[in-house]
């Protein structure tokens, strides 16, 4: 199991990363065998685990020591897939600076979020990392909150897109044969 705790130590950035209010330092875990085995980040203070497959890669999210502006952090967030304890891969975003990956299949294959170019607020892009390379998703119609949240092994993604005018949400399936569908479940 892969997961993110708080730790004890505050956040010298003041930042909430966990999402649990406490601005407490939010770091990812490898639970193994009634193990817990904490995760690096990039060398910023948080990380999340999201995701784990069966070949014991980890998807989630880590901290550069890098400031950001465009980032809802303090510091920069990258997409990472962990392995053997590790950081085995930084995932590109599409030309901005923040990324997660949400989940990822036995065949490498991971999906999450990321930022575009520039500071826009909310401007989020469902995406697929496939050998590393991020393939925007689509959307159906909006241009804000846009995610993609699981995968399976036969590549099949789901997530929520905005609809035209960023007023309601729809839950979609991406296949690489038909693109981003409507599943018409509205949030």
């Known amino acids: 199991m892969a997961g993110f ?9 003041g930042e909430d990363f966990c999402g649990l209010g406490t601005n407490l330092i939010c770091l990812p875990f490898l639970w193994q065998k009634g193990v817990m085995t904490p995760l690096p980040t990039l060398g910023g203070n948080n990380a999340e685990a999201n995701g784990i497959n069966s070949r014991g890669e980890v998807g989630g999210q880590a901290e550069t020591p890098n400031l950001d502006l465009c980032s809802p952090f303090f510091l920069q967030v990258e997409a990472v897939i962990w392995r053997d304890g590790q950081i085995q891969q930084v995932l590109p975003p599409l030309g901005g600076s ?6 990822i299949n036995d065949n490498g294959q991971a999906v999450g979020i990321v930022g575009i170019a520039g500071c826009v607020t909310g401007n989020l892009h469902a995406v697929l990392w496939q050998r590393r390379t991020p393939i925007d998703l689509g959307n159906l119609g909006g241009v804000t909150n846009n995610f993609a949240f699981a995968i399976n092994n036969r590549g099949q993604v789901i997530g929520q897109s905005d609809l035209p005018g960023d007023t309601a949400a729809h839950a979609f399936l991406w296949t690489e044969e038909d693109g981003i569908q409507d599943t018409f479940v509205s949030f």
Do not use: F, K, L
């Open 5 to 13: 705790s708080d730790t004890s130590n505050p956040d010298p950035n």
């Open 98 to 103: 923040v990324g997660v990956v949400n989940a």
